[in-house]
């Protein structure tokens, strides 16, 4: 059973940044599709960038390109998101999904989320 663990949340200042780690236990996540999503307050939930670990091509949603960059190290089966030049609109409850691309790996797999507020 795959289990997915983030953190890296927190408080930062518009223009700041911040690091999320996204921790898998129980199986490689060499077999999926990882992506990032977020859900502020009242709104629902969206995705924010997506990496296939066995051939490493990524994807990001228009309104954090340039200024995100997911990354995924095969060592310590960890997804990251670098996200830089943070804005007060992107605060929201950030989670990690993993979605099954190669068998025998099945099934979608979500975090328990981690917070970012984004304030001065």
């Known amino acids: 059973q795959l289990q997915l663990v983030e953190s890296g949340g927190g408080l930062v200042q518009p223009g700041g940044s911040l690091r999320l780690s996204c921790a898998a236990s129980?199986?490689?996540?060499?077999?999926?599709?990882i992506g990032w999503f977020r859900q502020a307050p009242g709104k629902g939930r969206e995705g924010v960038s997506f990496?296939?670990?066995?051939?490493?091509?990524?994807d990001y949603a228009d309104s954090v390109k340039e200024r995100f960059t997911i990354s995924g190290d095969n060592a310590k089966n960890t997804v990251y998101l670098q996200m830089n030049m943070l804005k007060p609109e992107e605060t929201a409850v950030y989670y990690c999904?993993?979605?099954?691309?190669?068998?025998?790996?099945?099934?979608?797999?979500w975090g328990q989320g981690t917070q970012v507020t984004v304030s001065s």
């Open positions: 990496i296939t670990i066995s051939n490493g091509k990524t």
């Open positions: 999904k993993a979605q099954a691309l190669l068998a025998p790996a099945t099934g979608a797999y």
């Open positions: 129980g199986v490689s996540l060499d077999r999926y599709t």
